[in-house]
């Protein structure tokens, strides 16, 4: 549940080891041991729902049963103490996942050592920080969703944490729920603010939801992404705007760049992309194949430049991967934006 299935697979193997060598190095334990813990690990990769551990249990008793079994057979025999074998896999196959659990939770408490069970847990979209966000920025939370989907979609296909991606994406604009009407997606035909004035506002929102994530206690990872998911961007279209609006001694560059950091994760550089992408299709609604692949190339290329990915140990064939899983999923999301119905000529019977 805390690493990924090659590291898993070399503790559990070295764990057996030493526990065998405890054990007079017993080969019987030793290969029971290994299967089992390969069973378990196996069943618990990508967890995705809780009922995933009723797998475990039931992968340990089999594997555990098996194993047993089989050592029995070489001997061609079935020892009387095979029952009792089986019964002692059955109270290993339920104490495993429950004492998993106990431990992942005084890791928590005493680390801060974020789980996948607790990211699957803040990936859900009935998280309070959520419903508020959709209720005082409800084109936000539409939007977040639509991105949410994109995000984890490129982290699937770039090999990295999903669950991660998934819940940082829903919780990156929680400082938007301060002042939802100030930004495009919520403000419903309702004319802008002034270039300085809405800069000013974009510009917070960030440091808003990070201040909003430490007082509800969310990962330090999901903070990260918070902090990292604008980079150090400029506001471009809102300066070239300002330049109309007032005089140019009035105008300070760093009033138009976010006051961020670059992401330094393959998760927040995901999900910094996946933002601006999605922001861009979504907002301009873009819909056939050309301008979105277009569209996801164009902020990719400026992401570069800028240097916003300078930080982020994201390879450039997970970067590759990221960019067709990203036009592959828009253009699957633009299709159920329908088309005009065309108007039927009126019968003249």
Request: with cysteine; glycine share 6%.
């Amino acid at each position: 549940l805390m690493f990924d299935l090659r590291v898993a697979f070399f503790l559990l193997i070295l764990m057996s080891l030493l526990a065998g060598s405890i054990y007079g190095n017993d080969f019987t334990y030793l290969l029971v041991a290994v299967i089992t813990g390969i069973v378990a690990a196996w069943t618990v990769r990508n967890l995705q729902r809780y009922s995933r551990f009723l797998a475990t249990s039931l992968g340990i008793l089999l594997a555990f049963t098996f194993a047993n079994l089989g050592l029995n057979l070489t001997n061609y025999t079935l020892t009387p103490v095979i029952e009792q074998e089986i019964f002692t896999s059955a109270l290993n196959a339920i104490a495993t996942p429950v004492l998993a659990l106990i431990l992942l939770w005084l890791l928590k408490m005493i680390f801060g050592v974020t789980s996948d069970l607790q990211l699957l847990k803040l990936g859900r979209l009935d998280h309070p920080l959520l419903r508020k966000l959709a209720l005082s920025a409800p084109g936000t939370f539409q939007q977040t969703v639509k991105i949410g989907t994109l995000a984890e979609a490129g982290a699937r296909r770039a090999g990295v944490n999903c669950l991660l991606t998934r819940a940082g994406t829903y919780f990156r604009d929680l400082g938007k729920s301060m002042s939802g009407d100030s930004f495009r997606e919520n403000r419903n035909d309702k004319p802008d603010l002034p270039a300085l004035k809405l800069a000013s506002v974009i510009r917070k929102h960030v440091q808003a939801g990070v201040s909003i994530a430490r007082q509800n206690h969310l990962p330090g990872e999901i903070i990260d992404i918070i902090r990292q998911h604008h980079g150090t961007d400029r506001l471009d279209h809102l300066l070239k705007r300002a330049r109309t609006e007032a005089a140019a001694e009035d105008i300070h560059l760093a009033e138009f760049r976010y006051p961020g950091e670059l992401p330094r994760t393959e998760e927040s550089s995901i999900v910094m992309l996946a933002d601006t992408v999605g922001g861009a299709v979504f907002n301009n609604r873009l819909t056939s194949p050309e301008e979105i692949e277009k569209c996801v190339d164009t902020v990719i290329q400026s992401k570069i430049a800028n240097g916003q990915l300078d930080e982020s140990v994201l390879s450039m064939r997970s970067l590759r991967c990221v960019r067709n899983s990203f036009i592959e999923t828009l253009i699957d999301l633009q299709k159920e934006i329908k088309a005009p119905v065309e108007e039927k000529p009126e019968s003249t019977g």
